[in-house]
T-cell receptor, first 114, second 114 residues
Framework: NAGVTQTPKFQVLKTGQSMTLQCAQDMNHEYMSWYRQDPGMGLRLIHYSVGAGITDQGEVPNGYNVSRSTTEDFPLRLLSAAPSQTSVYFC?????????????FGEGSWLTVV | AQKVTQAQTEISVVEKEDVTLDCVYETRDTTYYLFWYKQPPSGELVFLIRRNSFDEQNEISGRYSWNFQKSTSSFNFTITASQVVDSAVYFCALRGPNDYKLSFGAGTTVTVRA
């Protein structure tokens, strides 16, 4: 079972560069989201999507873009990387049916901006 | 707004000792969902348990047990007879019925020494 797959696992960027973190899930989940993890702060929501063609901002959306053209894929774009975006990024998904459903996470993407 | 507090930043024990991780939450929702996730040194987030607010039955799964007390807004997690493989960061999280995101605590780092 692939579950939630993120790529790349590690990336180093220079300030000002752009890149896309890829996320794909094979569980036919309606809800997908991106979190970032910073020391001592747990995980914070960047953007989320409740279905193909529908996205919305989370707690910390600035500097990031998302799109959801298919149910399976939810890429996260950094438009102009900044050192403050050095973090670990997690993609997550869950089914939309049933409000208590568990959120499943990808393996994480470690991003360093120098 | 949802809030999760994990007051213990780090816990260090010797193998075979029991470890209890505290989690206290705040919410105005009458229905909500609590979760525990484990993040081992490899970095992925592993789902451990979900508890619905209307189900206060405590649960034991192998060496893991959870104590949910609605009266004190706590959802504590105990590892019995800890092993080195239990060394990880453990996160408590909360989601309301209409929330798209999980609200995470800051995490507790557990180190089990041989």
């Amino acid at each position: 079972n692939a579950g939630v797959t993120q790529t790349p696992k590690f990336q180093v960027l220079k300030t000002g560069q752009s890149m896309t973190l890829q996320c794909a899930q094979d569980m036919n989940h309606e809800y997908m989201s991106w979190y970032r993890q910073d020391p001592g702060m747990g995980l914070r929501l960047i953007h989320y999507s409740v279905g193909a063609g529908i996205t919305d901002q989370g707690e910390v959306p600035n500097g990031y873009n998302v799109s959801r053209s298919t149910t399976e894929d939810f890429p996260l774009r950094l438009l102009s990387a900044a050192p403050s975006q050095t973090s670990v990024y997690f993609c997550a998904s869950r089914t939309g049916t049933g409000t208590g459903n568990t959120i499943y996470f990808g393996e994480g993407s470690w991003l360093t901006v120098v | 707004a949802q809030k999760v507090t994990q007051a213990q930043t780090e816990i260090s024990v010797v193998e075979k000792e029991d470890v209890t991780l505290d989690c206290v939450y705040e919410t105005r929702d009458t229905t909500y969902y609590l979760f525990w996730y484990k993040q081992p040194p490899s970095g992925e987030l592993v789902f451990l348990i979900r508890r619905n607010s209307f189900d206060e039955q405590n649960e034991i799964s192998g060496r893991y047990s959870w104590n949910f007390q609605k009266s004190t807004s706590s959802f504590n997690f105990t590892i019995t007879a800890s092993q080195v493989v239990d060394s990880a960061v453990y996160f408590c999280a909360l989601r309301g019925p209409n929330d798209y995101k999980l609200s995470f605590g800051a995490g507790t780092t557990v180190t089990v020494r041989a």
